[in-house]
């Protein structure tokens, strides 16, 4: 008698690739806009990057309607700290909301992998999960970018240095990865604030 | 005579048919310092006068942000006035995170009426003893209403609760239909002018008093103290005898503004600050709830 397998699931794979890397004074987080189930494209067009607060921009790949569930929950919870605390949420701070709130959904998981970068106390973090990271992917490409995001390690990085890498990472990754490619969102944080940027990626 | 009969809970009639309880609780309202709001087409003001216990503390908080489009300033019991903007802000998190759209100011005021009127019908409970002056922005435009502690609500063009509201209640109605078309600066103006009028001869300034705004592109908040000074010497209202010589105020107030097609008629006869006993709503006679 074998177990008995369920025919269907909750979840479902919209792959996508996800960057957050952290310099001296500058934190930049990136992600592909393709949404894609199967070897099926729904849409080239779609924004993987919430900022969560002044100093707080969280990218997520994996279910987006669990990626977009934990944004709202993540937004309310921040507008409830605000009128408690009369201020925005820390980027730490945030990271233990999303810690917690990950959690709370143990046994019934938000399926959505998860990099939050920002600058806490004017310096730069990225955090992903419960440990903080100089830089950080997720998902479709995690291998294959990890290796050149180590170089960070090595020699620090400018912004203009960590953007260019950034791009380079993700025109290398979309050769491969079918469910990488289409658009790259770079959102760059910085003491001056916070700016968008789009480079046009492979769209096979 | 009867009331202290029928005025044990809040769940015994009166013959007369009154609930004296919640009488008493709007009581509470008319004790607290005083808060007033207008209209315009495009903005409400909310504005109060701060009291403190003594010198050395801080003052009550009144006037709360709500949401980035609505706000709210109260009168009476300031701590139920706490509770009630914590509901107040956790329905419009909660209608966001359904809708992803703006919570209409006229659902949040029936709800938060509806939880008013619970309280006045069980017998374990009473009444929350806070007036609540509402404003806020939404698609069918801007909007003030008051909730009683009866679970009341009426929408309004301009008001002022609590105590010596009278006062400002008497500017308000000779100005009110000049509102809805007022600028942003003139609606503030007419605020502080409400405002000192409450506070019957004391000299206004920005220590005593909290000046609110939400308008259409410009979010809830509250202005802080050196702008409100600014515009307190700008408007150069700051008098210190009763407010008699109102009047004159066009000729110096003439800085900033645009030229005053919105002073109600414009000839404003002179010295009409004392109590008009006009159509007041009639407090007497009637239960003060059903108003």
């Known amino acids: 008698m074998t177990k008995q397998q369920a025919n269907w699931s909750p979840y479902d794979n919209n792959g996508g690739t996800c960057v957050a890397i952290a310099g001296a004074d500058y934190c930049v987080i990136a992600a ?17 990057i919430i900022q969560l607060a002044d100093k707080s921009v969280m990218a997520s790949s994996g279910f987006q309607a669990d990626v977009r569930a934990l944004q709202k929950v993540l937004a309310s919870r921040h507008l409830l700290y605000q009128h408690q605390h009369n201020k925005q949420m820390s980027c730490p701070a945030m990271a233990q909301l999303l810690s917690n709130t990950l ?23 990225v955090l992903v999960l419960h440990s903080s990271h100089p830089f950080w992917t997720t998902n479709s490409s995690l291998q294959a970018l990890s290796c050149y995001l180590r170089r960070m390690q090595v020699t620090p990085l400018s912004e203009a240095e960590a953007i260019d890498l950034v791009k380079t990472c993700f025109a290398s990754a979309t050769e491969r990865d079918i469910y990488t490619g289409d658009k790259l969102e770079i959102v760059v944080l910085n003491a001056s604030g916070l700016r968008s940027d789009y480079m046009e990626l492979r769209k096979d | 005579m009867f009331r202290n009969q029928y005025d044990t809970d809040v ?37 109060c006068v701060n009291k403190t216990s003594s010198e050395l503390s801080s003052h009550q908080k009144k006037i709360f942000k709500v949401d980035d489009h609505i706000g709210v300033a109260i009168a009476g019991l300031t701590a139920d006035g706490r509770v009630l903007s914590r ?80 006062a400002a209640k008497t500017y308000l109605e000779r100005k009110f239909e000049s509102f809805v078309d007022s600028s942003r600066e003139n609606l ?10 409450t506070l019957q001869g004391e000299k206004l300034t920005s220590s005593v008093c909290t000046i609110a705004v939400v308008g259409i592109g410009e979010a809830f908040h509250i202005l802080d103290q050196e702008t409100v000074q600014e515009l307190i010497n700008e408007f150069e209202i700051a008098g210190e005898e009763a407010p008699v010589a109102e009047p004159a105020a066009p000729d110096q107030a003439g800085v900033a503004e645009p030229a005053a097609p919105d002073q109600a008629g414009g000839a404003e006869p002179a010295a009409a600050a004392d109590d008009d006993n006009q159509a007041a709503p009639g407090d007497q006679g009637a239960a003060p709830m059903d108003m």
């Open chain 2, 188 to 197: 503030i103006k007419d605020a502080l002018f409400a405002l000192r009028e």
């Open chain 1, 103 to 125: 959690y709370y959904k143990r046994f019934f998981p938000y399926y959505a992998f998860n990099v939050l970068g920002g600058l806490d106390n004017e310096a730069p973090k």
């Open chain 1, 32 to 48: 592909d806009t393709r949404m894609s189930s199967g070897y099926n494209i729904l849409t080239r067009d779609y924004s993987k």
């Open chain 2, 11 to 47: 769940t015994t009639w009166s013959p007369a048919g009154r609930l004296f309880q919640v009488e008493y609780a709007m009581e509470a309202v008319k004790q607290g310092s005083a808060a007033i709001g207008l209209r315009s087409k495009s903005h409400v003001v909310l504005a």
């Open chain 2, 87 to 166: 509901y107040m802000r956790n329905e419009c998190i909660n209608y966001f995170y359904t809708y992803e759209s703006q919570l209409p100011v006229g659902r949040l005021v029936v709800q938060l009426a509806d939880k008013a009127q619970v309280c006045t019908q069980r017998s374990w409970k009473r009444p929350y003893g806070v007036g609540l002056l509402v404003g806020g922005l939404d698609e069918s435009g801007a909007h003030l209403y008051y909730n009683c502690p009866s679970g009341n609500y009426f929408e309004y063009q301009a008001f002022a609760i609590g105590s010596r509201s009278q």
